[in-house]
């Protein structure tokens, strides 16, 4: 009889997976972007204000959300994910003027780095790629360049320092 109750026990588990699992996004790969949360004022190259973002960490650290705004008028949010499934980071962008950047990456050594697909446009094909990287003192650094379809630099979209509202 002991064997039977156990037997079903195991086979009728009235604990469900999900609430077996602690925390779904705990894992350290889960927490590579972590640099990255927090209030920020944003600046150019030469030091001018351009715009502000809050970056936070939503649904239990399963979504790393941001919400841009811009110092012309320009807004976006972006909402940001680690897959398991295929251990890439994924983010997607959407503004105030209607565009759309779908990213995939990695993270490695205080940096993330994302990628488009290859776009078309008239002046032809390229990718999107976005580098974060992590500064000694604390800010963030977000590089977002253009390349042809060999990986070659042809421009820059966007460079800001994400420098910790006081």
Same mark, same amino acid.
């Given at each position: 009889m002991k064997t039977f109750? !156990? !037997?079903?026990? !195991?086979?009728?588990?009235?604990?469900?997976?999900?609430?077996q699992e602690d925390c779904?996004?705990?894992?350290s790969e889960h927490h590579e972007f972590d640099f990255w949360i927090g209030e920020w004022e944003v600046f150019n190259e030469k030091g001018d204000k351009i715009g502000e973002n809050l970056v936070e960490a939503l649904e239990d650290h399963c979504i790393i959300s941001e919400n841009w705004k811009g110092a012309t008028g320009t807004s976006?949010?972006?909402?940001?994910?680690?897959?398991?499934?295929?251990?890439?980071w994924n983010q997607l962008w959407i503004s105030n003027s209607?565009?759309?950047l779908k990213l995939k990456g990695t993270a490695s050594k205080?940096?993330?780095? !994302?990628?488009?697909d290859l776009q078309e446009s008239e002046k032809g094909k390229f990718y999107n790629q976005v580098t974060w990287t992590k500064n000694p003192d604390g800010s963030v650094t977000q590089n977002w360049i253009l390349l042809d379809e060999n990986g070659?630099?042809?421009?820059?979209?966007?460079k800001g320092i994400y420098k910790k509202k006081n």
């Open positions: 109750i !156990l !037997l079903l026990l !195991l086979t009728f588990n009235p604990f469900p997976k999900q609430a779904p996004c705990c894992s976006g949010k972006s909402f940001s994910y680690y897959d398991s499934k295929d251990q890439t209607g565009n759309i205080g940096k993330m780095v !994302l990628k488009s070659k630099k042809i421009g820059k979209a966007f």
